[in-house]
């Protein structure tokens, strides 16, 4: 648009996610652990990944899907956490259960991210910025939990459709 | 760290802010509009931007400073919502008004990005992802609001410091 249609941003990984399938960590590149200070006192991060998998002209061209949810049309990917977008950035909230500011570690409760997955930027969850009250949604996702869910969950029951994930 | 350590993504611009002071919109780039698709059932969005501003070496090394809150001590930028970051990424919760998917253009109830800030990604605000109920926050921040403010917000009750904003 306009006179700025030719901008380019450089984004580096601040470090990579590690996911054995037991344990979650984000390992963080060596130089960035200054910027970790006080970390230890927020539960939760906003983690910003880099969706490598999906770094590919045809990824960065699909502007539309279908979601995998049970009675979802055709959505657009502004209107949906699709990995495939035109810039391919995920936006999780974590939990973080131990952070060692020595060599540049946080352990979390889990992630989906995969492993090998570039972290672009942490930020600490706060309530006053991020926790929304008056929320709407499309009625195909009205069922869904009103909360990040906390222990055990299963999707499926709520029209997830693993299959097409 | 490790054999990635050269990685770097590029980002495009999808749009940019504009803020009058009085009316505060994203005006999209035309190409991306089908990804709207559906945006119109959904209250909040999560906007990502480019701090532009910041997007010089002096920002990018930035690992350290003092928040403006009273009583904040010296903050890693990874525990704080510093414009000022390796990868200098927004990430802000805004309230949609009015969705025009002719003309690529939404209307949000208030963003404090400046008018051209680039707008890199938009993602529909689902509680599920976003809203987490258990947080812990550091003592000289948990004073403030259990949720974003939804009508006037005087931030200096609160010791947030304006003039070294």
Redesign the interface.
Known sequence: ?NQ??K??????????VRNTGERFYI????K?I??????E??????M?C?F?EQ?NKEGRQM??DIPPYKGA?????????SPA???P?S???VVMVHVDTKIGVIDLAYTDAHD?T?V????????????????????W?SH???????GDFDPEEYGFIMEEY
Chains 1, 2 share one sequence.
Not at 73 to 81: D, I, L, Q, Y
Not at 122 to 137: E, F, G, N, Q, S
């Open positions: 648009m700025k249609s901008d380019v941003f450089k984004v580096y990984p601040i470090g990579y390992e963080l590149d060596k960035v200054p910027a970790m200070k006080q970390l006192h927020f539960s939760h991060l906003q910003l880099w490598h770094d502007l539309k049309p055709e959505t657009g990917v502004f209107a949906s956490r977008r035109p810039n950035i936006l999780g909230t090998g570039p672009i930027d942490l930020k600490p969850y706060m309530p006053i910025c991020d926790r929304a009250r008056k929320v709407r949604m499309p009625e996702l869904w939990p009103e909360w990040i869910p906390e």
